[in-house]
Nanobody, 118 residues
Framework: QVQLVESGGGLVQAGGSLRLSCVAS????????MGWYRQAPGKQRELVAK???????NYADSVKGRFTISRDNAKNTVYLQMNNLKPEDTAVYYC????????????WGQGTQVTVSS
């Protein structure tokens, strides 16, 4: 059984910062790519940022230069530092990870709300 638990969401004014964390736990053999997605009301879930086991990253164009994804492999944790937040960043943010247990599975966290006021 694998769980992803996010934390760090909340309400912030435009221009502010938040840091999201996501910890993976359970019978984990290896964690491959990890990432953050978001879903705003009435919109599809979209990729925000991804990071590989070796630290290679990619970002959505809308967050480049403002968001930074990182991971601590020893702690099975992925982070998303969000700076200069904008009202259009308001969404539920979901952690995602490809994890090897007895098989390779794609796992999601429960989501954390980020609200940016103007």
């Amino acid at each position: 059984q694998v769980q992803l638990v996010e934390s760090g969401g909340g309400l912030v004014q435009a221009g502010g910062s938040l840091r999201l964390s996501c910890v993976a736990s359970g019978s984990i053999f290896n964690i491959n790519a990890m990432g953050w997605y978001r879903q705003a009301p009435g919109k599809q879930r979209e990729l925000v940022a991804k990071i590989t086991t070796t630290g290679s990253t990619n970002y959505a164009d809308s967050v480049k230069g403002r968001f930074t994804i990182s991971r601590d492999n020893a702690k099975n944790t992925v982070y998303l530092q969000m700076n200069n937040l904008k009202p259009e960043d308001t969404a539920v943010y979901y952690c995602n990870a490809v994890i090897t247990t007895t098989y390779i599975g794609n796992y999601w966290g429960q989501g954390t709300q980020v609200t940016v006021s103007s």
